[in-house]
T-cell receptor, first 116, second 113 residues
Framework: DGGITQSPKYLFRKEGQNVTLSCEQN?????MYWYRQDPGQGLRLIYY???????QKGDIAEGYSVSREKKESFPLTVTSAQKNPTAFYLC???????????????FGAGTRLSVL | GQQLNQSPQSMFIQEGEDVSMNCTSS?????WLWYKQDPGEGPVLLIA?????ELTSNGRLTAQFGITRKDSFLNISASIPSDVGIYFC?????????????FGKGTRLSVIA
């Protein structure tokens, strides 16, 4: 089945701990994205990557880090510097095209992160 | 960054009623997308719109790309309990095909049987 796989579904973080959320896609998409969703809030962009070994900060990058060593994988690390990490985290991917109208993003099922 | 104003924020409707929600922006968008998110899941694409004035249907759902390219609406006809969820609009800003989508804050739909 083609798609985007996020793991784990639920994750707990202790005080001062770094945790890493996994995102893998087999859609052969160039671009990948990480969003944070808080209750009653929309989707806020954390980081995105349009090509391997390159990534850009989104609107709320502080306290997070990413890597893009492979086209299929875009892991997100929530560092101890992120003081309020409890949220639902969504990964997405899309093609990159020369056309202006083909940037449809497809989402994974999400990871819910809670602080112990 | 750019923002989309999505309204209403939430809706409570009776089963069988029609629903309408919309998104507006102060700037031009090249593409409008509508997603639905079920509780605890990721958003799923419902409808994609690519041209100003375009009207597209997907079953009981109908969406339109506004003529000014600054707005879009989504209608759901004859709502059923499984329509419950959060509906997001998203847009591809004009002038660039490679900037991330901009998302509205969502419309939370509750259906009373």
């Amino acid at each position: 089945d083609g798609g985007i796989t996020q793991s784990p579904k639920y994750l707990f973080r202790k005080e001062g701990q770094n945790v890493t959320l996994s995102c893998e896609q087999n859609l052969n998409h160039d671009a990948m994205y990480w969003y944070r969703q808080d209750p009653g809030q929309g989707l806020r962009l954390i980081y995105y990557s349009q090509i391997v070994n390159d990534f850009q900060k989104g609107d709320i990058a502080e306290g997070y880090s990413v890597s893009r060593e492979k086209k299929e994988s875009f892991p997100l690390t929530v560092t101890s510097a992120q003081k309020n990490p409890t949220a639902f985290y969504l990964c997405a991917s899309s093609r990159i095209s020369s056309r202006l109208d083909t940037d449809i993003q497809y989402f994974g099922a999400g990871t819910r992160l809670s602080v112990l | 960054g750019q923002q989309l104003n999505q309204s209403p924020q939430s809706m409570f409707i009776q089963e069988g009623e029609d629903v309408s929600m919309n998104c507006t922006s102060s700037s031009i968008f090249n593409t409008w997308l509508w997603y639905k998110q079920d509780p605890g899941e990721g958003p799923v694409l419902l409808i994609a719109l690519y041209k100003a004035g375009e009207l597209t249907s997907n079953g009981r759902l109908t969406a339109q790309f506004g003529i000014t390219r600054k707005d879009s609406f989504l209608n759901i006809s004859a709502s059923i309990p499984s329509d419950v969820g959060i509906y997001f609009c998203a847009g591809q800003p004009g002038n660039s095909g490679n900037t991330p989508l901009v998302f509205g804050k969502g419309t939370r739909l509750s259906v009373i049987a």
